[in-house]
């Protein structure tokens, strides 16, 4: 079997591309999806619907074409990531969890300590809370070797 994995969150750091590499080397049947996380190109997403005057409404538009896609991949994952930095709020990655709690999705959340209080309803929520990009690896790896 091979594992759909998606990665949620912040998107100012190369954790993903960690995750990935960690995953390539030991070679886990895993395929990752992922929203878009070019910033520009997230928030410009429903202009393609006609311009907005009003930020409000062009965050609005752009947000429910950015949901085709992260539903459609949380409801066809069989397992997320969900990354939270330290430096920016992640409401999108909250969100992402908890739909994925809605779903009974499993989730894994990635953060360091500093956080543990605002998020711990997410965590309580969540399968495993990992600290590293390899801690995640070696839950994947322990996860699917189980498989």
Not at 28 to 38: G, K, M, Q
Not at 47 to 66: C, I, M, P, Q, Y
Request: net charge negative.
């Amino acid at each position: 079997m091979t594992w759909t994995i998606y990665l949620s969150g912040e998107i100012h750091t190369d954790w993903r591309e960690q995750i990935k590499a960690g995953c390539a080397a030991r070679e886990l049947p895993v395929r990752f999806t992922s929203a878009v996380t070019n910033h520009e190109a997230s928030d410009a997403a429903g202009d393609v619907l006609g311009e907005e005057n009003d930020s409000f409404w062009r965050d609005h538009k752009s947000a429910r074409v950015n949901a085709i896609r992260t539903g459609n991949a949380i409801e066809n994952c069989d397992l997320a990531v969900v990354r939270f930095g330290d430096k920016y709020k992640q409401w999108n990655a909250a969100f992402d969890a908890g739909m994925c709690a809605a779903l009974g999705k499993p989730y894994i959340t990635l953060h360091d300590e500093s956080i543990i209080h605002p998020l711990k309803e997410v965590d309580a929520a969540a399968m495993a809370w990992a600290r590293s990009a390899d801690q995640v690896v070696e839950l994947l790896a322990y996860i699917i070797a189980a498989d």
